[in-house]
């Protein structure tokens, strides 16, 4: 997972929580396992109060995370990095970025060929037969979280929101893709 930040003042706590060396070596202690505090601070040589407070501003940040175990006849509070990277968009002079992110599912396509092996699915079940193209019509396919096809296309349009006297400077597109994969298996 990531974390983007920019100049809102919400980000603030991480920021402030990114600024100290102890935090730094904390998390990467908690990197690869998940550690107690006690354990933080023997290793730290710190004092597991001073530990805890650390713990608690990078809980609050957002890129660390705990949850309580018992172990050995006690509880004890374990801390993981939960997330991994972070993102910071810094302001740019003179301008301010306006964005429109916009999503569509897999299942909106406007038009498609599809030939087998093909078919889709929502998260809970498959739509149809498999190589079948004209289950790609299916209602439920609006509703799709995977497709798959042996060749051919699915084409996609989105509205152009700019105004005539608008250019854009960027387009992003995201999209996740794999190849077929035998025996695939619902509930992804």
Same mark, same amino acid.
């Given at each position: ?24 070596? =904390? ?75 916009? +999503? =569509? ?21 498959? =739509? ?45 597109? +995201? ?14």
């Amino acid at each position: 997972m990531i974390i983007k930040a920019n100049g809102e003042p919400k980000f603030i706590p991480l920021y402030e929580a990114l600024a100290s060396e102890v935090r730094w070596k =904390i998390m990467s202690l908690i990197a690869d396992q998940e550690m107690n505090v006690k354990d933080i601070a023997d290793r730290l040589e710190l004092s597991p109060s001073i530990v805890t407070m650390h713990i608690r501003k990078l809980e609050q940040a957002g890129p660390v995370g705990s949850h309580r175990v018992r172990l050995g006849g006690g509880t004890h509070k374990l801390c993981f990095l939960k997330q991994k990277f972070v993102e910071i968009e810094l302001p740019t002079v003179g301008c301010t970025a306006k964005i429109r992110e916009q +999503s =569509i599912s897999v299942g909106h396509y406007t038009a498609f060929e599809v030939h087998p092996t093909c078919g889709l699915g929502t998260r809970a079940r498959e =739509i149809g037969v498999w190589d079948d193209p004209r289950y790609f019509l299916d209602p439920e396919r609006v509703h799709a979280a995977v497709l798959w096809l042996g060749w051919g296309y699915v084409e996609y349009k989105m509205p152009n929101y700019l105004l005539v006297d608008q250019t854009a400077e960027a387009i992003e597109i +995201s999209m996740e893709i794999a190849s077929e994969a035998p025996g695939l298996a619902f509930g992804y």
